[in-house]
């Protein structure tokens, strides 16, 4: 059976259709033309919302941050915001380009992340631009300073700190009506900065402008201190950290440190920094084998510290001045410096400053042969030690046990060398009790009584005397 389809219809003929009819809009024709001529709302207009609102929500931080600064006007502290992101962004490629680089840029968080601290980035930045474009460069020198401070409480974030300090360099130059003050202080932050981090030869460079800045100047700080005593006093501290950091590869270098270090400690003003500088002038010269020199110093310190009255540096006086001369070969008048410096560290107190003074005094006793009074302090040094060092326990008692040995060492040969039956008589007793009994009952009070029983003089005898040298009673 053949199947015949409808024709197709011709154009502009009207198709009918046998599918049913879709519902009609229920609006009138004339509300329909009212309203085909007006843009389509948007859900956001409909909301309430308009396209701001919308684009802070679909944007990042950076990109809200970045409009915001520029329709308010500010296009430098746009720029200069995002050439710190650049900056950052290529700190860390070149750490990566570095072999076994470990500088730890990549542990710091990236700027561009961190809400608040750009929050504060926009607020001072517009400061600073804001006072550059009114002409006062005071102004935005301040802005770039707290802006510093305020990155200082990170310390991660060292490499801001610097730049907003040489911003703070730049802005001082333009500062024509302080004398300079603003340039001296700027030179200080970042002298303060470098030494921090621990760069003290550069640190030295911007500390030594600052002194240079604030000499003959009437500058004070908000405490009424005056600038050119903080820079000397400053410098002081530098010179010395600089100095004790050279001392092992460069010990001329660090004398001539130290020298500058007890200039500007005199020039502050400060007597106990002085008197420290002096007192570590002594040292060096007296470490490098030079102990006139170190007397000279040491005395000055120890006028110092008299004249302050200050107990505990007297008696380090007392010790380094004992020292220089003990290598000088004055034994007798290391002697007297080493007694003052015992009774000094008995009056202040310190049991551990004491005990090492005592130990001093023995030594040096007992290099002069007097073992008697070595036994004394070293036993007074070992009942005064605070200490769990087990090694310097030990040597202690050491030194004691030898000291005692050389103390009973010319009596007990006198006993062997003699050999009287009264001598052989108290040797075997001693040898049971091991008291000091031994050295007085082994020498004759007389000489008389050493000839009637055939003992030696009480003179003490070396165990090397021959028996016919010891023994008069013998022939």
């Known amino acids: 059976m053949t199947t015949t389809l409808p024709p197709v219809n011709p154009a502009g003929s009207k198709s009918v259709s046998t599918l049913p009819s879709l519902p009609r809009?229920?609006?009138?024709?004339?509300?329909?033309?009212?309203?085909?001529?007006?843009?389509?709302?948007?859900?956001?207009?409909?909301?309430?919302?308009?396209?701001?609102?919308?684009g802070a929500y679909r944007n990042s931080y950076k990109h809200n941050l970045s409009l915001e600064i520029l329709q308010e006007g500010y296009v430098s502290s746009f720029i200069e915001l995002f050439q710190l992101f650049d900056q950052q962004a290529a700190d860390r490629e070149s750490a990566v380009i570095i072999p076994g680089s470990d500088s730890g840029v990549h542990e710091v968080p990236l700027l561009?992340?961190?809400?608040?601290?750009?929050?504060v980035l926009k607020s001072k930045l517009i400061e600073a631009e804001e006072a550059r474009r009114s002409g006062a460069p005071e102004k935005?020198?301040?802005?770039?300073?707290?802006?510093a401070q305020y990155f200082e409480n990170f310390p991660s974030d060292q490499w801001l700190i610097d730049h907003f300090h040489q911003r703070c360099m730049s802005e001082s130059s333009k500062v024509e009506e302080d004398g300079g003050r603003k340039l001296a202080e700027?030179?200080?932050?970042?002298?303060?900065?470098?030494?921090?981090?621990?760069?003290?030869?550069?640190?030295?460079?911007?500390?030594?402008?600052?002194?240079?800045?604030?000499?003959?100047?009437?500058?004070?700080?908000?405490?009424g201190d005056n600038l050119h005593d903080i820079a000397s006093l400053q410098l002081y501290r530098t010179y010395t950290c600089l100095a004790e950091e050279l001392y092992e590869e460069a010990p001329s270098v660090s004398i001539d440190y130290l020298k500058k270090a007890f200039h500007m400690a005199n020039e502050g003003g400060n007597r106990t920094e002085a008197g420290l500088a002096s007192h570590r002038l002594g040292n060096i010269y007296e470490a490098v084998g030079d102990p006139e020199v170190a007397t000279m110093y040491h005395k000055g310190y120890l006028d110092r510290c008299k004249r302050d009255k200050d107990k505990a540096g007297i008696g380090k006086a007392h010790e380094a001045l004992a020292r220089c001369q003990q290598s000088e070969g004055k034994l007798e008048e290391a002697t007297e410096h080493y007694k003052e410096f015992v009774k000094i560290a008995e009056e202040v107190g310190d049991k551990g400053v004491y005990s090492q003074a005592c130990s001093s005094l023995a030594n040096?006793?007992?290099?002069?042969?007097?073992?008697?009074?070595?036994?004394?302090?070293?036993?007074?040094?070992?009942?005064?030690?605070?200490?769990?060092?087990?090694?310097?326990?030990e040597l202690m008692n050491i030194s004691q046990a030898i000291a005692q040995t050389h103390h009973k060492l010319a009596s007990y040969s006198t006993a062997i060398l003699c050999n009287t039956a009264k001598l052989t008589a108290t040797l075997v007793e001693w040898k049971d009790y091991r008291d000091d009994g031994f050295i007085e009952a082994s020498r004759p009070s007389t000489r008389a009584e050493s000839c009637l029983s055939g003992a030696a003089p009480a003179t003490?005898?070396?165990?090397?005397?021959t028996l016919e040298e010891s023994c008069e009673g013998k022939k």
Do not use: C
């Open 186 to 223: 700027a030179n200080y932050n970042i002298g303060i900065a470098l030494e921090k981090r621990g760069d003290l030869s550069s640190a030295v460079d911007y500390l030594e402008k600052f002194y240079n800045l604030t000499t003959e100047q009437e500058w004070q700080d908000k405490i």
């Open 25 to 54: 809009s229920q609006r009138s024709a004339k509300q329909l033309a009212r309203g085909a001529g007006r843009p389509r709302q948007s859900i956001g207009k409909l909301a309430g919302i308009d396209r701001a609102d919308v």
């Open 112 to 119: 561009i992340d961190q809400h608040d601290k750009l929050d």
């Open 140 to 147: 935005s020198y301040q802005s770039y300073l707290e802006l």
């Open 460 to 465: 003490p005898v070396a165990p090397q005397t």
């Open 364 to 393: 040096l006793y007992n290099m002069l042969g007097e073992y008697g009074n070595a036994v004394e302090y070293y036993q007074k040094a070992a009942e005064s030690m605070e200490t769990d060092d087990k090694e310097r326990i």
